[in-house]
């Protein structure tokens, strides 16, 4: 009786020493080029026109104050400054961001009658979904049916941001998303300072996972 065959043999190619080095070298290169674009790569210029702008009020002065411009600039009806509570390690819990955000941009002539402050639960996670979440709820109270929104966020946080609320909204609504211009650091050249490096490294796991 003949034993069926188990095993067959086959030519296998490898790269020569040369060849290694050539194939080494041009991974290398395309690491180098991804990890350089990276910042731009986590930021997001994508507005839809949509009639209603979001601001994630946790943002700092500075972009806060683009975020007025931006919509000084476009005819949107109404602004919401979305935002949870602010921890304080030593006072606990003693102010929410949107209404912190809201207290700063009045001051500085945002119109009152065209500005909406949604105020999200405090969590210690996930918190740019909840905050869409509640932003999603806060549509659905209102009985105001949107197909169209555009949210403006911080520079590298903008995908994330913009996939986070397109699971929220789902796809009956199309989700725009504005940029910061970053105030701290340039995008082309974020791994030179380790604020900027740490936070670049930070959203991009996030968005990854």
């Keep these: 009786m003949k034993f069926p065959v188990l095993f067959r043999r086959r030519n296998l190619v490898l790269p020569t020493l ?5 194939i080494l070298t041009i991974l290398t290169l395309v690491v180098a080029m991804l990890f350089r674009n990276l910042a731009l790569f986590l930021t997001v210029n994508q507005p839809v026109g949509a009639d209603y702008l979001v601001i994630e009020a946790w943002m700092n002065k500075e972009e806060l104050d683009q975020g007025l411009d931006y ?9 919401l400054l979305v935002g949870g509570p602010i921890g304080n390690d030593f006072y606990g819990i003693d102010v929410n961001y949107a209404e912190r955000a809201a207290t700063y941009l ?4 945002l119109p009152e009658a065209k500005t909406v402050i949604v105020r999200a639960a405090y969590s210690t996670q996930n918190r740019t979904y909840l905050n869409a979440v509640t932003v999603r709820d806060w549509f659905e109270q209102q009985g105001i049916a949107i197909t169209r929104l555009d949210i403006f966020s ?4 903008t995908r994330r941001s913009r996939n986070l609320y397109q699971q929220a909204f789902g796809s009956q609504v199309t989700i725009g998303i504005v940029a910061s211009q970053p105030i701290n650091f340039d995008p082309a050249n974020w791994w030179k300072s380790s604020a900027s490096g740490k936070g670049v490294a930070v959203e991009f796991a996030n968005w990854a996972l």
């Design 18 to 22: 040369l060849g290694w080095v050539v």
């Design 71 to 79: 919509f000084e600039k476009h005819n949107f009806s109404r602004v």
């Design 154 to 157: 911080s520079s590298v946080h």
């Design 106 to 109: 009045l001051a500085k002539g």
